[in-house]
Structures are given as C-alpha cells and as structure tokens.
C-alpha cells in the first residue's frame, strides 16, 4: 500500500480524497494555488505546497509544479480526483515516468475513450448500442451528407471533449453549416481541437450512467446505475440512484453491457459509462468517463461502498474489496448546491458570513466551505453536495425536501432556491422527466 499520496485538486473532492487516505492511514500532500491557501484541504492535509497563482492554468493544470510538489515531498501516488488533469493521458504517462503511481486507469484507456470517434468505435465492437453517426467532419459537404443519411434532428459534438461545449442541436437543413462553424469556434477554444463530429439527435431522453470498476486480477463488475437527467444547458444538477425509469430487465440489460463494455476493451480501476434511454426504453452509449465522477456519492449510500478507497487499492495492486454486485439498498439523491444567483444563474463570489449545514439520519453533506470561508472567483462555483439517503425515492425525496429548507449559506447567492422548486415540482416527484426538463421548468411548462 502507498505511504503517501499527493491529492491534484481542490475544493470538495481534494477534501473527500484526503479524508479518504487519512483513514486507511496514508499520508497526505495537499497541492494549492495562492487563492486557496486557507481552504480546508490544506488545512486537513498532513503536507502542502503552493503551486502557484489563483487561474488554474498557472497551478492546478500546470503538470511540472505538481510533479515537483510529489518529488519534493516524496509522495508515492497521486490522485487527480474529477475535472482539471483527471482525464488527462499526458499526465498519467509523467507520473509513469517520474515512478509515480498514478490513481486511475491507465493512460491508453484515457485516450481512448477521451476521443469520441474511437470512444464509438471501440463500443461498436463491444457490442455497445450508438446511435447512428458519422466520423469527424472536414468539409461542409461532408456535414451536408452525413446530415442527409442521418436524418433530422441531429446534434454535432466535439470529438476532443464534453460538457456541452462545442454542442449544436439542429433541427433543419438551413440551420446546419452555422451551427458547424458556431460549434468548431467553441470546441477549439475549450479544447484546442475543433473536430465536430455527428449523431441522431435523441428527443427527450434519460441520461443514465453505469458505475463500473475493475481491478488488475480480471474482476470486471458494475455498482449500479445513477440518473442524471436534471440538468442545466448539458451540466447535471441533481443526479440520484437506482433510476426511477428503469425497468428490472433493462436495469439487467444497461448493466451486464457496460460490464461488457470495459471487459472488451481492457479498462482497469473505476469509470462511468453514460447512455441516453429514449421513450421508448432503448439505450445508446453516449460517451464514458475515465475518473471518479462527481456524483459518486449516491452510488456509496445504496451500495456502502467506499469508492475513492476502491480507487486507491486498486491502484496499489489490491483487488476490489467485494465480489459480485451489491443491488442497491433503498434510494439516494444528489443536489449540487452552488455559488451562483438563483434566476441568472451568474457566479456568485464572495464571503460566507453565516453557514447552516443540515444533518440527521441518512444526511451527507460533501463541502470544503466554512463561516469566513471567501469563495474565489477563479474555479467552478461549486459550494457543496447535499445527498440523502432513505428506504425509498418518495422518502428520499421528502428528507431532501427538509435538508434544503435548512441548509442556509449567507454572503453569496446560492441555487438553493432553484434546488427547493425542483426537488418540489410535481413531474419531478412522478419521476416524469428527462433532459430537457429543467429548460421548459425555466420557461414555465415542465412536461
């Protein structure tokens, strides 16, 4: 097992990893810029170093400061948590280099499955259902004809990237070349790569992930699957598990196929494969993610699972600490609560003067904020996960329900408000809903 392990992040999953580390009695390296120096990941850790100013292009994405904060305090691992170098094979393969374990799958699974065109590929081959595509599109005429062949509505998608950028629906033919051009512009400023390629848009459909994982002794298994379909302009703002959409037979079927997925190709430590489920009831692979995911937290309240620990010992050589699959134990739901005005939606940054965080009974709060604590106006404005826990999704719903009514952040604006009317809406309470939910909430007609 490692002695010491370097945590390339911040906020709350630096905070979750370290806490992680701290009880399976690994020493802990805090890295963070100069903006972060009092936030409660450095503060927790055993050792810290400054890697540089606030942006995180000159700290937290800068590859040589973090490697020199390892080698200078010896770490034996790493771990990049979610966003930032998470995904990033280049990374992964300097670790290598410079003898450092890295906590993740390897480097060739991360490019992989990091390049949608061979991301599609390789699920083809497992197997896995895609909705019908094209590859990477060089010329308008090639835009133009694969159009023709797919069908209206289509949507074009960054080859390099996700997140929703670079992302174009289109409906008509009139609308197509604007939209590749609008869309190229976008993904290469977001990933220096401007590939666009296409695939049949899919009306109203559920975003449904599988949590898989696997170690290096051929334990290839799943720990069930989350529902993210409430989400904001392609960003998730309340995911929860089981899905409240599946049947037990197409819960069986989306499961065994992503279990399949990363057998075929070879993957090793933990990952999520995402699908989109149509009306009617068919699901199509849409993208796989190489990292812990920030909505892991669900997935270990219906499985008692410790992820992040799963992550570690398997990086370390160990096999997964259980055997089989875990059916989930009643329903879990979480809300991202963040620094953000609740009818903008504009980041908020600012000082936390007064702070409340609920507890109670099947109560997880995932936060790295405190009373005094000054939100930076340089990351992601995320405050805090609130995730409950119940015999079941009615129950859950009820104690997310209590848990938002008490949790009082004062000094920024928060979505708190936006959480209370969501988590309140009758089509949400149904589970009536799906990706485009949370756009027609905000136009005034959820259904």
């Not at 370290?18 to 963070?32: F, N, P, Y």
């Not at 948590?81 to 699974?109: N, Q």
């Amino acid at each position: 097992m490692f002695r010491k392990v370097l945590v390339a992040n911040r906020g709350e999953i630096a905070l979750r990893i370290i806490r992680a580390l701290s009880e399976m009695g690994i020493k802990t390296v805090a890295v963070h810029s100069e903006a972060d120096a009092e936030a409660l990941h450095v503060k927790f850790a055993d050792e810290k170093v400054c890697i540089g100013p606030g942006p995180s292009a000159h700290s937290y994405l800068k590859i040589p400061s973090i490697i020199s904060a390892a080698e200078i305090t010896r770490a034996d691992a790493i771990h990049p948590g979610y966003g930032f170098l998470a995904e990033d094979p280049e990374f992964a393969e300097v670790c290598e280099k410079c003898d450092i374990h890295w906590i993740g799958p390897s480097p060739e699974s991360m490019r992989l499955m990091g390049d949608k065109i061979r991301a599609r590929e390789a699920m083809s081959k497992a197997d896995v259902p895609i909705l019908p595509g094209s590859g990477v599109l060089e010329t308008t005429s090639e835009l133009e004809s694969a159009a023709d062949r797919i069908g209206f509505p289509v949507i074009l998608k960054a080859s390099a990237g996700g997140g929703g950028r670079g992302m174009k629906i289109v409906y008509e033919h009139n609308e197509l070349i604007n939209a590749w051009n609008t869309g190229r512009s976008e993904a290469g400023a977001a990933f220096g790569n401007p590939d666009l390629y296409m695939e049949r848009f899919c009306q109203r459909p559920r975003h449904i992930e599988v949590q898989v994982i696997a170690d290096n002794f051929g334990n290839y298994t799943h720990l069930g699957e989350r529902e993210c379909s409430i989400q904001r302009r392609h960003q998730k703002i309340i995911e929860e598990a089981p899905s409240a959409a599946l049947t037990e037979d197409q819960r069986i079927r989306i499961t065994k196929t992503a279990v399949r997925a990363i057998d075929k190709i070879g993957y090793r430590n933990l990952g999520t494969i995402e699908f989109l489920l149509d009306e009617d009831g068919r699901f199509y692979f849409m993208e796989m993610n190489t990292r812990l995911q920030v909505e892991h937290p669900v997935t270990e309240l219906i499985t008692g699972i410790d992820l992040v620990r799963e992550q570690i010992r398997i990086a370390a050589g160990e096999r997964l600490s259980f055997e089989g699959t875990r059916r989930p134990r009643g329903h879990a739901i979480e809300m991202r609560i963040n620094a953000e005005d609740p009818k903008t939606f504009a980041p908020w940054p600012g000082k936390i003067t007064a702070l409340n965080i609920p507890g109670g009974l099947g109560v997880r709060v995932d936060a790295h904020i405190y009373e005094g604590y000054v939100v930076p106006s340089h990351y992601d404005s995320l405050l805090a996960k609130l995730i409950v826990h119940d015999d079941n999704r009615e129950y859950a719903i009820r104690r997310a329900r209590r848990c938002l009514d008490e949790f009082v952040v004062e000094g920024v604006r928060t979505n708190l408000p936006f959480h209370r009317k969501l988590i309140g809406h009758p089509d949400f309470q149904a589970g009536d809903y799906d990706t485009g939910f949370v756009g027609r909430f905000l136009q005034g007609a959820a259904k």
